[in-house]
């Protein structure tokens, strides 16, 4: 399970623990970040 947030305008994303994974321009771009970042845990 992962959360975003947007702040000032920018996407960050977060694991289930909290922990900062990366940063992205748009919801969007973040989801498919998320996604290769998913396939490369498995």
Same mark, same amino acid.
Do not use: P, T, W
């Given at each position: *399970? /992962?959360? *975003?947030? =947007? &702040? %000032? @305008? %920018?996407?960050? &994303? /977060?694991?289930?623990? @909290? =922990? ?6 748009s ?9 290769? /970042?998913?396939?490369?845990e498995?």
């Open positions: *399970m /992962y959360s *975003m947030r =947007n &702040v %000032h @305008g %920018h996407i960050q &994303v /977060y694991d289930r623990s @909290g =922990n900062f994974l990366f940063s992205a321009d919801e969007r771009e973040a989801r498919e970040e998320l996604r290769e /970042y998913a396939e490369c498995a």
